[in-house]
């Protein structure tokens, strides 16, 4: 492992994209969205996606300096395009435009199709939630080849396909942040993991033959195996409800076929943001919220369990230390990333020079 601080990690990321065709701005909302998630303790959304990110963008199935558009604009309703543009900037302005419409309205659907990788969707909720608003997002991902097996199958169907959902905090309190893959571990964990040499958990994985394994490895082969739907028939489920309303719903495509030989990763993503103060009393909402936030976490933590978390807490944890500490990358990813710098001009001496990365 290698521990590289924020701030010189965010420097050599921008860096890298600024080299690969994107203006300063794009770079920097970019390379700061991938390592917040590494501070937040999602590595599988963090700088390990870098050397994708530009070896899509050097094959122009991601295209820089993209922003969104709106194609439809029916007052509550938005049907926005995302150009394939870094989902880190089309992300950010699609939520731009349904925050200012539900603060007007009262609530707005932010239907918005084909932007390249949208990140990690919980940054999108908390934008929401920072505002005042709840938001819930149903994301489906297409442009590769099928990853997670559905309910009784021995092969891939879906992507990982996220659900969030953000609830503002109320006062003296801390957001609450439901952001998960449908799968029972996103991809790049898996990535991670294979990349440590380290096993997956029980029940995560499939070998290309069905049986259950825990060798990350069954994912990076010719022949690959699935990754399987957290809580089984559950999540199987809300993996195909993603794929209806962020797919087929807002017009971005399906997991079908069809819709799987780009090698790129595109998102489509359907959005509701609602302003609690057009549903009902804000005060009420407030002390319930903060009540049963409270009496959730006044449970007697578990044998193991140094405390009751809810959403929302393990990503302040990790910010808190990660914060201090560094960001702790393991040795693969970190060569990734070095011969990503390499390809886009920047000799591996400069760039650890700007990480100033230690064991």
């Not at 194609?71 to 349904?98: F, P, S, T, W």
């Not at 407030?286 to 009540?291: A, N, R, T």
């Amino acid at each position: 492992m290698v521990v590289v601080g924020a701030q010189n990690l965010e420097c050599l990321i921008k860096t890298m994209f600024e080299r690969v065709g994107s203006e300063d701005e794009e770079a920097r909302k970019v390379s700061t969205n991938l390592v917040e998630a590494n501070l937040l303790g999602h590595d599988s959304h963090g700088v390990g996606l870098v050397p994708r990110y530009i070896e899509n963008c050097r094959n122009e199935v991601l295209t820089s300096n993209a922003h969104v558009s709106v194609e439809r604009d029916n007052g509550a309703i938005l049907q926005l395009h995302g150009n394939m543009g870094y989902g880190q900037v089309i992300g950010g302005e699609a939520m731009d435009l349904g925050i200012a419409r539900a603060l007007e309205l009262g609530v707005s659907i932010v239907a918005l199709r084909n932007s390249h990788h949208l990140g990690r969707i919980g940054a999108w909720g908390e934008m929401c939630a920072e505002a005042g608003l709840v938001s819930i997002h149903y994301v489906n991902v297409i442009g590769h080849r099928p990853l997670v097996a559905p309910y009784g199958g021995a092969e891939g169907r879906y992507a990982t396909n996220p659900y969030c959902t953000a609830i503002p905090a109320p006062p003296g309190g801390k957001a609450i942040v439901l952001d998960m893959a449908t799968s029972k571990v996103a991809m790049g964990k898996v990535r991670v993991a294979y990349n440590k040499g380290e096993e997956m958990a029980e029940d995560c994985l499939i070998s290309p033959n069905g049986e259950r394994t825990r060798d990350p490895g069954v994912m990076f082969r010719e022949t690959i195996g699935a990754m399987l739907p957290v809580g089984e028939h559950k999540g199987s489920g809300l993996a195909l409800v993603a794929e209806i309303l962020a797919g087929a719903l807002v017009n971005g495509g399906t997991c079908v076929p069809a819709n799987q030989s780009g090698g790129t990763i595109q998102n489509n993503m359907l959005t509701i943001v609602m302003d609690p103060s057009a549903l009902g009393n804000t005060e009420y909402f407030q002390s319930e919220l903060s009540g049963i936030t409270e009496y959730v976490k006044s449970a007697k933590p578990a044998i193991g369990a140094d405390s009751v978390m809810v959403p929302g807490d393990p990503e302040r944890k990790s910010m808190a230390k990660r914060g201090v500490t560094g960001i702790p990358i393991d040795n693969q990813t970190w060569r990734e990333i070095l011969e990503a710098a390499e390809v886009v001009g920047i000799a591996q001496s400069d760039a650890l020079e700007m990480a100033q990365a230690t064991k």
